[in-house]
């Protein structure tokens, strides 16, 4: 069952009790104030409206309940696209994991562990340009018992030169056309071409333009 407009969960309360699978979308705050502590109390057993006497509820099953991130892409008001300030560094390295495949499990010691998708195989996310010297580094760092997917603006250097990294761009889709919190573009219009006169106009000299 799918109600995209969840309202107070009525829906979902009764697909539930009666035993289907359901998905419930709301944008409204009531989701957290209302539709969450209802379908608790339908899993606890504690709600006793609707078909509870009919069907014979008495609680039990589970659902999940995901909160959805705020858009990547802004317009500023300039009307370009920039990148949210809300999506910041950690929320772009989760998304990353997911998109390639990793869990996102940060670690507390290395920065370059942000996901794994085994025990010896992680990913690394940056919005930086990595030189040579700190793919190097970072494949040092490593050591060839474990791997380590790169993700990066851009990279100086070979991909094929560390064996135990695979460095990727991060799509250019998002990174050509935005600016990360860039709200100021400073454009210079001191050369701009000048417009042509119309006829009858006077110019700059006061001669008027009959052509």
Same mark, same amino acid.
């Given at each position: 069952?799918?109600?995209?407009?969840?309202?107070?969960?009525?829906?979902?309360?009764?697909?539930?009790?009666?035993?289907?699978?359901?998905?419930?979308?709301?944008?409204?705050?009531?989701?957290?104030?209302?539709?969450?502590?209802?379908?608790?109390?339908?899993?606890?057993?504690?709600?006793?409206?609707?078909?509870?006497?009919?069907?014979?509820?008495?609680?039990?099953?589970? *659902? #999940?309940?995901? !909160?959805?991130?705020? $858009?990547? +892409?802004?317009?500023? /008001?300039?009307?370009?696209? @920039?990148?949210?300030?809300?999506?910041?560094?950690?929320?772009?390295?989760?998304?990353?994991?997911?998109?390639?495949?990793?869990?996102?499990?940060?670690?507390?010691?290395?920065?370059?562990?942000?996901?794994?998708?085994?025990?010896?195989?992680?990913?690394?996310?940056?919005?930086?340009?990595?030189?040579?010297?700190?793919?190097?580094?970072?494949?040092?760092?490593?050591?060839?018992?474990?791997?380590?997917?790169?993700?990066?603006?851009? *990279? #100086?250097?070979? !991909?094929?030169?560390? $064996?135990? +990294?695979?460095?990727? /761009?991060?799509?250019?889709? @998002?990174?050509?056309?935005?600016?990360?919190?860039?709200?100021?573009?400073?454009?210079?219009?001191?050369?701009?071409?000048?417009?042509?006169?119309?006829?009858?106009?006077?110019?700059?000299?006061?001669?008027?333009?009959?052509?």
């Amino acid at each position: 069952m799918l109600d995209s407009f969840l309202g107070s969960g009525t829906t979902a309360a009764v697909a539930h009790k009666m035993g289907r699978q359901w998905i419930g979308i709301e944008l409204g705050g009531h989701c957290h104030t209302h539709c969450l502590p209802r379908l608790k109390k339908v899993v606890d057993g504690t709600d006793p409206g609707g078909i509870t006497e009919a069907v014979g509820w008495k609680g039990g099953g589970g *659902f #999940r309940y995901y !909160k959805l991130a705020p $858009s990547l +892409l802004l317009r500023d /008001k300039w009307d370009q696209l @920039v990148i949210n300030p809300e999506f910041n560094a950690p929320m772009l390295a989760e998304a990353v994991c997911k998109l390639e495949g990793f869990t996102y499990a940060p670690s507390d010691t290395l920065y370059w562990q942000q996901g794994h998708s085994t025990e010896q195989d992680f990913i690394y996310t940056t919005t930086a340009n990595l030189s040579h010297d700190q793919l190097q580094q970072l494949s040092d760092e490593v050591g060839l018992d474990r791997s380590l997917l790169v993700v990066c603006s851009a *990279f #100086r250097g070979r !991909k094929e030169g560390y $064996s135990n +990294l695979t460095v990727k /761009k991060i799509p250019k889709a @998002v990174l050509t056309r935005c600016e990360w919190g860039k709200d100021d573009y400073s454009l210079k219009v001191e050369n701009l071409p000048k417009a042509p006169a119309k006829p009858g106009q006077l110019d700059l000299f006061g001669d008027r333009n009959e052509s």
